[in-house]
Every structure is written in C-alpha cells, then in structure tokens.
C-alpha cells in the first residue's frame, strides 16, 4: 500500500499534469464547468446532508463546542449559498490572458506581460466544509489546480463536495481532496515545493505558523486584524462615533473589526464620553489607557498587551495620543497592518495618515469593515492578505494569477 | 556583549524604523542622495581597492581558484563601473506613488491602489562585492531598508562599500551590512520575519535551499535557467542556426544561455548539421539523444541526466522531438520554466508555444540571451526571478514595490 507520502506526491504530479490542461481552457468553457459545479452540488443536496450528519454526529461525540458545531454544519440554505457562490464566480471576469504590459524595445522585439495561471495551489483549512467548494472554485476560474486538504472533523462533509464538483466534468485531478486529516499530511504538502507553486492556509494563526514553518513553496498569509481608528483633532465626532461603533460592533469576530481607537488629545474630553455612551449602549467593554481613565473614570486599564490583542470581540482599547505622529507611530508599531482609519476633516492631514500608515487598507471616514473583497467590487474572496508579497490585503481572482513575458523577434541575436 | 542573534534583531529593528522614514522620501530627494552614493565611491577609490586587497590576499592564502578571485576583485575600472551604476539608477523613473488603479464603488467610497515600498529587504549574497552597491541601490530608489549579508571571502571590500554609501547622507540605518559572516547570521536574518518583509538571496543553488529552508518570510529565488530552442518544422534555418548559436555561445555561463537544443523530426536531417557545424566551430560540445546520433554520428550521447543539467559551459544537449507537443512536454517536464525559444514561420504554432510553455520567458525568434532586465528596458535589474509568486523573470525597481489600498468616504458605514 502506498504510503501518505507516497499518495500526496502523486497527486502533486497530477496536479502539476491538470495545470497545464488547466490553462489551455477558454474562459466559456471553465465558466460552462462552473455552471456545472454549482447544479452538481444542487443536485447532491441529500448526500451533502447525509455526509454533513456524520461529521456533526462525531463532533457531537468529541465534545465540539456549539460555535465550532456551527462552523462545521451544513443545511440546505448553506448547501443553496455555496451553489450560488459557484454560480456568482461563472459571472465574473477572468483575468487570465489579459495584457498587462506591452512594449517594443529598440531592436525591433516586441515584450508583452501577459497575466496566467499561477499553476498549482495548496489550500490547507479548519472546520468550514464550504472552503472546500469556495476555494477549489475560485482557483479553477484563475485556471489553477488545487490540491485541498481539510479538517478531520468535516473530512466526510469535505469528500462529498469535491466528489460531487469533479462529478460535473472538471478536468481529471484539477480538484483533488487530500483524504488524510493526521498532521503528517501538511507537513508533506508543505514541503513538495516541487509540485506546488503556493500554499494559502486559511484558519487560524496556529494552522497559519505551523505552514509558515513547513513550507519551501510561497505562502500566502492571512494573519490578524488588529484594527485602529483614529479621531483626529478635527475629525467630525458624529461620524467618528459613528465610525467607531459600526467598525466594533457590525460584526466582532471577524480580522476587519475595530480593536483600538485612538484620540486626539485636544478632543478627547468632549468626544470619549459621547463615544462611551454609544458604545456602551453595544455592549462594548473599554479598556483605556491612563490618560482615558481620567475622563471615563469607571473603565478598566489597558495593560501593554491589549495594544497587541485581537480580541475578536466586543472588546475596545482605547488610547489618548498628542498627534498625528503618535497615531501613526502607535499603529505601525502595534497593529497588524491589516486595515486603520482616520477620521477628520482637514484633508492634508488624511493624506499623510494615509501615505504613512504601513498597512494593506488605510480609510479616511470609513468603516473599517469596508476593508472586504466584496466591498472592493471584487466579486469573491479568497481571503484578506496580510502579505506584502504578490498579494496584500482583500485578495480576489486577479491574486490567483502570475503573469508571464511572451517575446516577439524576427531573429534578433544579441552581440 | 552582545550575541549575534542581539546584534542582528537589532539591526532589523532600525531598518524597520528607517523605512519609515524612507518611504517619507520625494523621489527627488532620494535621486540627490544616489548621486552622493555616486561621488563617494568614486572618492573613495584607495580605500576601496586597499580594503580589496585585504580580501584578495585572504583569499590566495586560502587557495580561491582563478575564477573565484577574479569575482572578488575590484580595480579602477569595476569601481568606476559601480559608480556609473548608481548615477544611472538616479536617472530611472520612481515607481513608488504610482496609481496602478483607482474604482468609485456605488456607495461613493473611492479606492485606489498605490505602489509603495515593500518595506524592509535582506540580501544574503556570495563573493561579488559590488552586489553591496548594487542591490543596495536599487532597494534605496524603490525606499525599502536593507541588512546586506555577504560572503566572508569579500567582508572588507564590502564594508568599505557600505561605509562609503553611508558617508552620502543616506538616512541612518537605511542600508546596514552584517558584520559576521558565519553562518549563524544567515539562520537569525532568515528567522526574524517581524522585522524583514522579503529575502533575496543571490548566489549558487546551495545558499538559495539553504535560505528557502530556513526562511520564514516571503524569499524570491532566482534558481538555474535550463533553456530550451524548439526548431520547428516550418523554422527558417539559417536563423534557427543564428539563435542556437547565439543563445548558447553570446556568454555560456549565464542563467539565460542555452542548454537543451530540440529540433523536430521532419527538419532534422536537413538541419543537425548545419547546425553542428556552427555550434563546432564555436567549440560546443553536443550531447545527443539516439536519433539524434543517427544523423550526427560522432557526438556522445545524451543521458537522462543531461536534460536535467544546466552546464553553465559550452555543451548543448539536443533532442529530436515528433510535434509542438512533445517539444512543449519536454520543457515543462525537464526546464527550469527560465526561458524558452520557439523558432519557426508559422505565427499559430508560435502562439500555441508562447501559451503553453510554463516559463518566465516565451520568446519566437529571438536569443534566449533577451532574457534579461536591461534588454528589456528595465534600466537595472535585481535578478531574474524564477518564482511564480510576486515576480516572475527580469526583474527591476517595480519588483521591489508592494501596493497599499487607500480608501477615501464620506462616513459609510456597512449595514
């Protein structure tokens, strides 16, 4: 019997066999597959459930927590979500083949940029068995193959989508599900930098730490969002109330939420109370630093380490600085250059906010929730890049591709 | 006193803090301080070849071959030349600012897309000193940091450059050099990725594994160029001949040279020898595979091996192929997907062979010599990557930027 290392590579090799099948297809006939895809997981609704019961029943069994059981349940509505996500990406444009460059040198040769599959990629994640048909689909519309290795706890719900998405006519080994759920599986992936041009891990920053280590092939990271937003001295407090509340408490849990705000000291005794007052009203617990607590006196103190906490909760720290500079020096250092606003209304100052802030999103008057592949008009999202590398922040299909130089002569040596 | 692991986190810690301060820079400003790297070399002629000469003794006492010694060596001539290089790199136009998109979304948040500095950049390189300037320069224009590393062969040539750099006013800690050169040093840069956004390591395919290995952060390799020459059926001859030639004897040691010849069935018997006798006279040896042999029947077969082995020297490796298809097949199963040639009339099947070729580079009728960042107009080249992730192939200043979202509302909130 062939041993995991053994069936891991060979579906490396079909991988890297299936790209180049991949990439001669025309946009019409990945986007008829895709159509394809979405009526296959329609038609599979009772097995998807069936499967889904059995990975629940085990979770049941393990003692799984009910938010990580809800993570991992699928219903008709879920199954409906992930056919028409399918459906949405058959609509979209696709980037491969565009020309992103051309010019013509001297000598008479002729260079173009052209933007291509990236080839094959490695896509390692938890407990969510829709992953298994949002990634492999948005890698098959960039032409990629991929090769999906899943949690054990939804290892059945996750064999039955990708059965039924290469049931509907992708191309042999395009869309390959790793069967394996022990660790030696992703140590493994990792390391086959021969087979796979890039491994996204999409979970948390144990899963993401663990690929970093492994890898030899490119990761594409999606590390925290410690979030910043700061009311600037002349910031507009309604909106920055207004601002604050909704980037804290629109949804909690998620990497483009609100984790500290910061003040312009010459606002802070007018603008923290009424900020306090709405945000309380939210449920949202302060922690302020010392300067804070001499205006909301009845908070608790932030300790160095929620400066660098993603609480992924209704949580806020907040935190009173003399200027701009301190703002932009306090997020550079304790944020996670994911996504930090300012609020105000003298636009020079937004500016240099903006231009000096080293994040991959920076807002003037937005919600930092606004910092979202769909949002951007992307369309779909493979994730929010913390990268600086190819990919940074919401990466959408247009980050599934490379390119490529195609040169034109008519003999040209050089001498 | 301090440890290694001490003395090199806290370089990284001011690179970190001086990119900051680069990325403030005006182009301009930045191009004035290039000229004074400029001047400052070239004042400091003595002390740089005096510095040289340390090395170069060191290394006849060590017994460095011929070869070795003459990368390491550094005369009038090759400062002026590293002069000359950063008053050119002065000259080239700044890609950081530059608006690489900009949408309105319906909800009248507006977005962009700017380059900007990738940050903070280590450089892990072999025995040529004038890789201190060189790189250094480049990631100085595009205002990332960088921490140099280079081979203890050259530690006083290259400190006597990096003092020399440092002297022109560069911003503090902008450009630093390591001043160990065991390696440790290699292990600790390749480790911090809290304070180094990318590594590049420039060197022979040892020091690429071993930085790639212990790399946490993002690394861009620049591995061999087996280069393929695909002479089809309807090839002009005479310049299938010219560009084999060429590509294969213009410089043999490059990672753009030609390796591997391919050459269909129907034209061989026509061709091969024509083609022998050029490559002969040139002092190629040949290496065939069995029909091959048959056609010209004094050279030494190819093995397996051959078609895996960049030679860096003049031997060329030639296979007769039945189609497009099998020529293809062969490039993307035995290349180093550098660069790749397709000679031949017919424009369908050079479109076919652009396309479906897996390389960097797809040229029709051109030298694999092209290849290259300042034949493609870059003005400066970094290397040529053969990552699929960030930069594939030549590449310039534009390959040392990443991109930031700037996003400008009025208040949105996300309801």
């Known amino acids: 019997m062939a041993t995991i290392q053994e069936t891991i590579h060979q579906m490396g090799r079909q991988a890297r066999a299936a790209a180049y099948n991949l990439a001669k297809l025309t946009s019409d006939e990945k986007n008829t597959i895709l159509r394809a895809m979405a009526s296959a997981i329609r038609q599979r609704v009772p097995e998807l459930l069936g499967a889904n019961a059995k990975d629940i029943a085990a979770g049941r069994e393990k003692g799984l927590s009910a938010a990580m059981l809800d993570r991992l349940l699928l219903d008709e509505a879920r199954i409906e979500a992930m056919a028409a996500g399918i459906d949405q990406v058959a609509t979209l444009p696709d980037p491969v083949g565009l020309v992103l460059d051309a010019w013509e040198r001297p000598n008479g040769i002729k260079i173009e940029q052209v933007r291509v599959p990236i080839g094959t990629i490695g896509i390692i994640y938890e407990s969510r068995p829709n992953v298994t048909a949002d990634a492999a689909v948005l890698c098959f519309k960039t032409g990629n193959a991929t090769i999906l290795r899943g949690g054990s706890e939804a290892i059945h719900s996750n064999l039955a989508i990708a059965e039924a998405l290469a049931a509907a006519g992708v191309p042999e080994h395009a869309i390959q599900l790793i069967p394996f759920t022990d660790r030696e599986s ?181 919600s930092t929730r606004f910092a979202d592949g769909g949002e951007f008009g992307f369309g779909a999202e493979i994730g929010i890049s913390t990268d600086k590398l190819h990919a940074r922040g919401p990466m959408g299909l247009r980050e599934l591709t490379s390119y490529q130089y195609r040169v034109r002569g008519n003999g040209q040596t050089r001498s």
Chains 1, 2 share one sequence.
């Open 186 to 366: 992703v140590a493994v992936l990792a390391g086959m930098d021969q087979w796979l041009d890039l491994i996204i891990p999409r979970g948390g920053k144990g899963l993401i730490e663990t690929v970093v280590s492994l890898a030899r092939m490119p990761v594409i990271k999606h590390y925290d969002g410690i979030c910043h937003l700061f009311a600037d001295k002349d910031a507009d407090q309604a909106m920055a109330v207004s601002l604050t509340v909704n980037s804290k408490t629109h949804k909690c849990g998620v990497c483009n939420a609100l984790e500290t705000l910061l003040v312009h000291r010459e606002i802070a005794a007018d603008f923290l109370p009424k900020a306090a007052t709405a945000l309380h009203a939210k449920n949202v617990e302060l922690r302020g630093c010392e300067r804070t607590r001499e205006i909301l006196t009845d908070i608790i103190p932030a300790t160095e380490n929620d400066w660098c906490t993603e609480y992924l909760d209704l949580i806020l720290s907040v935190k009173i600085v003399d200027s701009l500079e301190d703002a932009v020096a306090h997020i550079n250092r304790y944020g996670s250059h994911h996504s930090d606003v300012i609020v105000t209304r003298d636009e020079a100052v937004a500016e240099r906010f903006l231009r000096e802030v080293d994040s991959a999103c920076v807002f003037h008057n937005v």
